[in-house]
């Protein structure tokens, strides 16, 4: 196996296999790598078809599944897989909220310490203000406590 071994494969990889421009630099590493450490050949210069960046985000569900989802919850439960649906969130994202990461005023929800540890804002649901609010009302109020 030579070059043009590793051309023909780095190619199918990016033709065939439709893989991610990053996955084809792992294959060419590697082969860089076993070639030049381990079987002390020079490949040379490699002309191969480079995998395309993938453009298209994918569809979990349609939004008519997501209505259908949404008639058979209420309450809290509809409530968090609203804010999952409408502001992006990530479950764990989600259930983190404080009640000083959303405004309700202008939309908006603070996600701190999401994926990579980053923080960003999303928008609100005009539609979840009345929910939130109720909820919200609900974990500030005093409880009493019996004996």
Not at 10 to 18: I, K, Q
Not at 23 to 29: F, I, M, P, R, S
Not at 71 to 97: F, P
Not at 124 to 147: N, Y
Request: aromatic share 6%; glycine share 6%.
């Amino acid at each position: 196996m030579g070059a043009e071994h590793v051309k023909s494969f780095l190619s199918w990889l990016a033709c065939e296999r439709y893989v991610a421009v990053n996955t084809q630099k792992v294959a060419l590493n590697a082969l860089v790598f076993m070639y030049h450490k381990v079987l002390k050949q020079d490949l040379g210069e490699l002309d191969f078809k480079l995998a395309q960046k993938q453009r298209r985000l994918p569809i979990v569900l349609t939004p008519e599944e997501v209505l259908k989802i949404l008639a058979k919850l209420d309450g809290r439960n509809k409530t968090i897989v609203e804010m999952l649906y409408g502001s992006g969130l990530r479950v764990n994202e989600c259930l983190a909220l404080r009640v000083q990461d959303i405004c309700l005023k202008s939309f908006a929800v603070t996600i701190r310490g999401g994926k990579g540890n980053k923080d960003r804002q999303s928008i609100l649901s005009q539609q979840l203000v009345a929910p939130l609010t109720k909820l919200i009302t609900a974990a500030l109020a005093p409880r009493c406590l019996s004996h």
